[in-house]
């Protein structure tokens, strides 16, 4: 993998992210201060955020180019998103969560059974939403991420939410995954214990920019 981001740059109100930097970890980890600009720049990765100067480039596909007006939207860049807030459909059930997403792209396509397998997912599949735990439901989001066949998965802080009994249950199922899928992850965290157990490579971002390791 190789995820170029060459002089991004975002103004908000008070704030200013400006990253530019190359990636090519299996698993790269992203770590920073609450505020220093993490999600924005999974937003701007995943492009739902447009940036207003900068490129980006997925192995040899240029999601973003602002100089050049290239801006490819969110559901064709084939990158995962898991937010924060997870961002399931709470009028449908798990299962039709899961297979929301389910672009059977190439041969190669990840198929619907073998993550619900992975993922240990059978058993919730007919259950609403809201009667998932807090695990559970991440499982369902990470799945239905997958089951986009994304050429790169982007993690926002996945298990901020859960006590420390449950992520040493759920945090074996990224390795899993990318042991499984090969599918790089972005994976931001607060936790140094994360960082240490699952990614190959941290960066740091300090109020909007990246800090040399
Ligand atoms: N729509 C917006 N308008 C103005 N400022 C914003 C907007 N969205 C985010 N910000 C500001 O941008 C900065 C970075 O926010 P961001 O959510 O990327 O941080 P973060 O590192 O992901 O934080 P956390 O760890 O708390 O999730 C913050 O100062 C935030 O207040």
């Not at 505020?35 to 900068?54: D, N």
């Not at 997912?121 to 939403?129: D, G, N, Q």
Request: with cysteine; charged share 20%; hydrophobic share 40%.
């Amino acid at each position: 993998m190789s995820l170029k981001l060459e002089n991004l740059t975002l103004q908000l109100a008070e704030f200013t992210l400006s990253v530019s930097t190359q990636l090519s970890a299996p698993i790269t980890g992203l770590f920073g201060r609450s505020g220093s600009g993490k999600t924005t720049l999974l937003e701007i990765i995943a492009g739902i955020r447009r940036p207003s100067a900068g490129r980006i480039v997925l192995n040899d596909q240029t999601l973003t180019d602002i100089p050049q007006n290239v801006h490819i939207p969110p559901a064709k860049r084939q990158v995962g998103y898991v937010p924060q807030d997870l961002a399931l459909f709470p009028h449908l059930n798990a299962s039709a969560n899961l297979h929301y997403g389910f672009r059977a792209v190439s041969a190669n396509s990840t198929l619907p059974g073998r993550v619900i397998e992975l993922l240990e997912l059978s058993t919730l599949l007919s259950r609403p939403i809201q009667r998932l735990s807090g695990g559970e439901q991440q499982r369902i989001a990470l799945g239905r991420a997958l089951l986009a066949s994304p050429k790169l998965l982007l993690l926002d802080e996945p298990l901020s939410s859960l006590d420390d009994r449950l992520k040493e249950r759920i945090l074996p199922y990224f390795k899993a995954i990318h042991d499984e899928f090969k599918i790089p992850m972005i994976y931001v965290t607060h936790c140094q214990w994360e960082l240490t157990k699952l990614c190959d490579e941290v960066l740091t971002l300090h109020q909007g920019q990246l800090q040399p390791n």
